[in-house]
C-alpha cells in the first residue's frame, strides 16, 4: 500500500501543481497557460511509468501506455521550449515553435501502427517478452532501429540543443 502511494506521489504532485495554477491564477499569462499543459502532460508521463515500475501485468493496458508513453515523453521538452520562449520572448507562437511536436506524434503514430499491425495475437507475446526480459532495446517487428535509441535522439540530443537556443540568446547562465 505504501509503495503505491509512493510511486502516485510524483503523479499527484504534477495534477496538484496543474490545478493550483488553474484555480488560483484569474489571469493567466502566456507562459502560465504552457506550464498547465507541461503538468498535465507530466501526470500522464508519470501514471505512465507507475504501472511500468509497479509491474502491471496487464498488457492490453501496456500496449496502450506504451503509445501513451511515446507521444507524452516527447511533448515535454517541446512544451519546455514553448515555455522559455514565453518568458524570454514577448511576440506569439508561430508554426515554427510548434513543428517540435511533430516527432512525438509521430513516433507515438508509429508505436500504434505497429501494434495495429502486428494484431492482437502477435503483440501479446511481445509485449509479454519485453516486460518479462526487460530488454528495452528490443526492436518493434517490422523496424530495423530500436525505438528507444530514436527516441533517446529526439529526446536528448535535438530539444536539448534547440530548448537552449532562447536562453543562451539572453546570455542566461545555467
Given at each position: 500500500?505504501?509503495?503505491?502511494?509512493l510511486?502516485?506521489?510524483p503523479?499527484?504532485?504534477s495534477?496538484f501543481?496543474?490545478?493550483?495554477?488553474?484555480l488560483?491564477h484569474t489571469?493567466?499569462s502566456?507562459?502560465?497557460?504552457?506550464m498547465?499543459v507541461?503538468?498535465?502532460?507530466l501526470?500522464?508521463f508519470?501514471?505512465?511509468?507507475?504501472?511500468?515500475?509497479?509491474a502491471?501485468?496487464e498488457?492490453?493496458?501496456y500496449?496502450?501506455?506504451?503509445?501513451?508513453?511515446?507521444?507524452?515523453s516527447?511533448q515535454?521538452?517541446?512544451?519546455?521550449?514553448?515555455y522559455?520562449?514565453a518568458?524570454?520572448k514577448?511576440?506569439?507562437f508561430?508554426w515554427?515553435n510548434?513543428?517540435?511536436?511533430?516527432p512525438?506524434?509521430?513516433?507515438?503514430l508509429?508505436?500504434?501502427l505497429t501494434y495495429a499491425?502486428m494484431g492482437?495475437?502477435?503483440?501479446?507475446p511481445?509485449v509479454?517478452?519485453?516486460?518479462?526480459t526487460?530488454?528495452y532495446?528490443?526492436?518493434?517487428?517490422y523496424?530495423?532501429?530500436?525505438?528507444?535509441?530514436?527516441h533517446?535522439?529526439?529526446?536528448n540530443?535535438?530539444?536539448n540543443?534547440?530548448?537552449?537556443q532562447?536562453?543562451?540568446?539572453?546570455n542566461?547562465?545555467?
Amino acid at each position: 500500500m505504501i509503495f503505491h502511494a509512493l510511486l502516485l506521489l510524483p503523479c499527484m504532485i504534477s495534477l496538484f501543481c496543474a490545478l493550483r495554477m488553474i484555480l488560483l491564477h484569474t489571469q493567466k499569462s502566456r507562459s502560465q497557460k504552457v506550464m498547465i499543459v507541461f503538468f498535465f502532460v507530466l501526470t500522464f508521463f508519470f501514471f505512465e511509468r507507475i504501472n511500468v515500475i509497479s509491474a502491471s501485468r496487464e498488457l492490453k493496458l501496456y500496449i496502450f501506455l506504451d503509445i501513451v508513453d511515446c507521444i507524452t515523453s516527447l511533448q515535454l521538452f517541446p512544451l519546455l521550449y514553448l515555455y522559455i520562449i514565453a518568458l524570454t520572448k514577448d511576440e506569439k507562437f508561430s508554426w515554427k515553435n510548434y513543428i517540435w511536436f511533430v516527432p512525438g506524434l509521430l513516433v507515438g503514430l508509429g508505436s500504434l501502427l505497429t501494434y495495429a499491425i502486428m494484431g492482437c495475437e502477435r503483440a501479446m507475446p511481445y509485449v509479454h517478452s519485453l516486460l518479462e526480459t526487460e530488454d528495452y532495446a528490443l526492436v518493434y517487428p517490422y523496424s530495423t532501429i530500436p525505438i528507444c535509441k530514436i527516441h533517446h535522439f529526439i529526446t536528448n540530443d535535438i530539444f536539448n540543443f534547440v530548448a537552449l537556443q532562447p536562453a543562451n540568446l539572453m546570455n542566461l547562465k545555467f
